[in-house]
């Protein structure tokens, strides 16, 4: 007999699960987080929230909170190469981009530590209604056709039975519940082990006025990253030295750090005090399923990769929003189960495709062949150019070439691509459209698409779904309106359904003879009703 039931279950508390527990409550479902850490964890890990990331916590009001908590140092943006921090410079190069250059998104990087990421991902979750539990360990589950049953331990030693409609996996890459539901892996696997160690010492004299947002050093006794974490007169920073694949952090102790972190700055003789370390993989995999009954995968549980780039942490949070969304209307009645299986079908080939892209980014550092060199994809095209082929797209007619990605500077307009970026007008006042995709669907009509509206009305009240329309060019100038004809193909009459993730759900690229029925067809179709 269970002591407490929830629709949904999310078993980790890192930057993944309270993702998915904000995107959740935001969709009005209350969900149950456990996380056996006592608390959010000091090191940094992942050092950058990715444009898309950013674009997601815009459209929930959160984008000014995460930059107010970015690294203090984000102001300077480049990154140093030196033998040592007191030793010769090797070079600079640029950072991730405050704005996007290419005015795909309607947002850029913000260079934020998990560390600091992560508190303002629980605090709005908190607020909108999840029930976080630090402390609290997911001992075993099994699962039945009809959810999940849970037995968790909280720190005193006691247990409590939990009945979910759905557990969602965000363990890490050590991942126990897939480990334990038996889906396997595959990639190219371990290509070493990445330290974090937190310490204290008086850097400013070698920093000698210079302005670095990180510093990559490279001599014979260490190769790592260091990183100031607090601001203008903190002498707390972090090294990230990498190790052989074997290693751990557990295998040195204080004074091993201290001789490292000595020779990333070039004194032999500074005075350092550590805080503390740890250490992870570098690897490549991606699992062979990303749900197993009433159990989905996300984060480093469905798929790990390098940190060059930048894409593994932001890929779990949208892992995470790609799933909210679905379980929402699950869970309300408004769509069908198989709506579920749609998040592997997406997922899936894009993790395939990013982890490829990850790994080309690694192995630069020791040169690639030409092969893998022509795989590589300019960093917009992997953030933003996302194919989704699968039930919850409305598939067209013509040549596909199955490609997991397409250029999102040229974009096709087709469903299963995210929507192309257009400033509207809504109320008088300008509004990117993304940042009007934060819960339901949309449905975007072109000039002398009239008739739509009216269509809009009658889907939302015969599904109950939220559904708003807008008629570009109605408010908007005249370029507007051609930008959207254009990078949307369609013509004039025509209209696109844009998803609650921002991607293409359908497009009726002319006026048909009756919208509303070819509005209820579709929407029929892609919810599984």
Request: aromatic fraction near 6%; charged fraction near 25%; glycine fraction near 10%.
């Amino acid at each position: 007999m269970a002591d407490e039931t929830t629709d949904v279950l999310i078993v980790g508390g890192s930057m993944v699960g309270l993702a998915t527990a904000l995107f959740l409550a935001r969709q009005g479902v209350r969900p149950v987080l456990v996380e056996r850490h006592p608390e959010i964890s000091a090191h940094p890990r992942a050092q950058a929230a990715s444009p898309r990331t950013m674009e997601l916590m815009r459209a929930l009001g959160l984008e000014a909170a995460v930059r107010a908590q970015e690294n203090p140092h984000a102001r300077y943006g480049d990154i140093l190469r030196a033998e040592s921090l007191a030793g010769a410079e090797l070079g600079r190069f640029d950072g991730p981009f405050r704005h996007d250059p290419a005015e795909v998104g309607t947002t850029g990087w913000t260079l934020i530590g998990q560390d600091r990421f992560e508190p303002v991902l629980r605090s709005r979750a908190e607020e909108l209604g999840a029930d976080i539990r630090f402390a609290t360990e997911l001992v075993s589950f099994t699962q039945d056709a009809e959810g999940v049953d849970a037995v968790l331990r909280r720190a005193d030693g006691s247990k409590r039975r939990v009945r979910a409609r759905y557990l969602v996996a965000a363990d890490g890459s050590r991942a126990p519940v897939r480990e334990s539901l038996g889906i396997g892996r595959h990639g190219p696997g371990v290509f070493g082990r990445q330290m974090n160690v937190i310490f204290h010492a008086d850097l400013d004299p070698y920093v000698a006025g210079r302005e670095f947002f990180l510093c990559f050093v490279s001599n014979p006794k260490v190769k790592g990253v260091l990183g100031k974490l607090g601001g203008d007169g903190s002498d707390r920073w972090v090294l990230a030295p990498s190790l052989p694949p074997e290693d751990s952090h557990r295998a040195y102790d204080a004074a091993a750090c201290v001789e490292l972190i000595r020779a990333a700055v070039g004194v032999p003789d500074l005075p350092v005090t550590v805080e503390s370390s740890t250490s992870w993989e570098i690897a490549a995999w991606v699992a062979d399923g990303f749900r197993s009954g009433r159990v989905l995968l996300a984060g480093d549980c469905a798929h790990v990769m390098p940190p060059t780039g930048g894409f593994g942490g932001n890929m779990g949070v949208q892992d995470a929003h790609n799933l909210a969304w679905k379980l929402a209307l699950v869970l309300r009645g408004q769509a069908g189960e198989r709506l579920l299986d749609s998040y592997e079908q997406e997922r899936a080939p894009v993790a395939e495709f990013t982890v490829e892209q990850g790994v080309i980014r690694y192995l630069q550092r020791s040169g690639l062949d030409e092969k893998a060199a022509a795989r590589h994809r300019p960093e917009t095209t992997v953030l933003f150019g996302h194919v989704y082929r699968s039930g919850a797209v409305s598939a067209e007619e013509g040549p596909d070439d199955g490609a997991p990605v397409e250029d999102p500077v040229c974009p096709s307009g087709r469903p299963g691509t995210r929507a192309p970026h257009l400033p509207l007008c809504r109320a008088g006042r300008p509004a990117a459209l993304h940042d009007l995709l934060d819960s339901g669907f949309w449905l975007l009509a072109a000039p002398g698409g009239e008739d739509w509206e009216g269509a809009a009305a009658r889907v939302r009240t015969a599904t109950g779904i939220p559904l708003a329309f807008h008629r570009v060019g109605a408010q908007e100038p005249p370029e507007v309106a051609e930008r959207f004809l254009a990078a949307y193909g369609v013509d004039h009459g025509g209209a696109v359904l844009i998803r609650p993730d921002g991607f293409i759900a359908w497009r009726a690229p002319k006026p048909p003879a009756d919208p509303a029925d070819e509005l209820s067809t579709a929407v029929g179709r892609l919810l599984h009703r």
